[in-house]
T-cell receptor, first 115, second 111 residues
Framework: AQTVTQSQPEMSVQEAETVTLSCTYD???????LFWYKQPPSRQMILVIR??????QNATENRFSVNFQKAAKSFSLKISDSQLGDAAMYFC????????????FGTGTRLTIIP | EPEVTQTPSHQVTQMGQEVILRCVPI?????FYWYRQILGQKVEFLVS????????KSEIFDDQFSVERPDGSNFTLKIRSTKLEDSAMYFC?????????FGPGTRLTVT
C-alpha cells in the first residue's frame, strides 16, 4: 500500500518570503499522480497543484511550484511571495495512475503567515 | 466555474439515528468519492463510485454505510446507525479522471 509522509506538522513564514513544505511517499508503482491540497479554516479542500509522475518538468501554478524528485520519492511544495491568504493546512496526496483510484493523504502541515 | 456542492453544511444527530449526506458532483464528471476527516486528523478515503456501482471501499466503509446516485445528479452517503466515532467532516469529491475536486464538506456531529 502507498504511504504519504509529511514530516513538518507546522511551518511559519514571514509575509512575502518563500517557504517549502516537504512530502515523501512510498510506492512500487511507476505511474501515479501527486497533488497538494490547501485546507483553510473553512475546511474546504482546494486543489493547489498536481504533478504527473511521467513528467520530468516540475509543475508550477503562479506562486506555487513543486520540486519532484522521483528517485527520492520526494514532492515538496514551494510557495513564493507568501500572502496572508496562504495560511492553511496543506496536504500532500498520492493517486495511482491505474483506473479509478482513491487519494491517499499525508497528515498535513499547518502553515502560518507572519505579517 | 462548476463546483461540487454538499448539503447540509452541518448535521447534528443522536447516536443510533440514520443520516443522509448529499452531494451534487460537477455535471460532466464520471467518478465520485466520499472521504472523511476526523477533527485534527488526515483525510481518509471511504468509497469510490463509478458507473452506478462501488469501485472500491475502505475498511471504514462497513455495513453501516451505503452510497447511492438516485437521480443521475445527486450522490448520497447514508449512515444507518450513527456512532459517536462517526463524528467527522465528510467530503464528497468528483473527478473527470485523475484530478479530484472536493465539495465544502458536511460536518457531522453525533451526540
Amino acid at each position: 500500500a502507498q504511504t504519504v509522509t509529511q514530516s513538518q506538522p507546522e511551518m511559519s513564514v514571514q509575509e512575502a518570503e518563500t517557504v517549502t513544505l516537504s512530502c515523501t511517499y512510498d510506492t512500487s508503482e511507476s505511474d501515479y499522480y501527486l497533488f497538494w491540497y490547501k485546507q483553510p479554516p473553512s475546511r474546504q479542500m482546494i486543489l493547489v497543484i498536481r504533478q504527473e509522475a511521467y513528467k520530468q518538468q516540475n509543475a508550477t501554478e503562479n506562486r506555487f511550484s513543486v520540486n519532484f524528485q522521483k528517485a527520492a520519492k520526494s514532492f515538496s511544495l514551494k510557495i513564493s511571495d507568501s500572502q496572508l491568504g496562504d495560511a492553511a493546512m496543506y496536504f500532500c496526496a498520492y493517486r495511482s495512475g491505474f483506473g479509478n483510484e482513491k487519494l491517499t493523504f499525508g497528515t498535513g502541515t499547518r502553515l502560518t503567515i507572519i505579517p | 466555474e462548476p463546483e461540487v456542492t454538499q448539503t447540509p453544511s452541518h448535521q447534528v444527530t443522536q447516536m443510533g439515528q440514520e443520516v443522509i449526506l448529499r452531494c451534487v458532483p460537477i455535471s460532466n464528471h464520471l467518478y465520485f468519492y466520499w472521504y472523511r476527516q476526523i477533527l485534527g486528523q488526515k483525510v481518509e478515503f471511504l468509497v469510490s463510485f463509478y458507473n452506478n456501482e462501488i469501485s472500491e471501499k475502505s475498511e471504514i466503509f462497513d455495513d453501516q454505510f451505503s452510497v447511492e446516485r438516485p437521480d443521475g445528479s445527486n450522490f448520497t452517503l447514508k449512515i444507518r446507525s450513527t456512532k459517536l466515532e462517526d463524528s467527522a467532516m465528510y467530503f464528497c469529491a468528483s473527478s473527470p479522471y485523475y484530478e479530484q475536486y472536493f465539495g465544502p464538506g458536511t460536518r457531522l456531529t453525533v451526540t
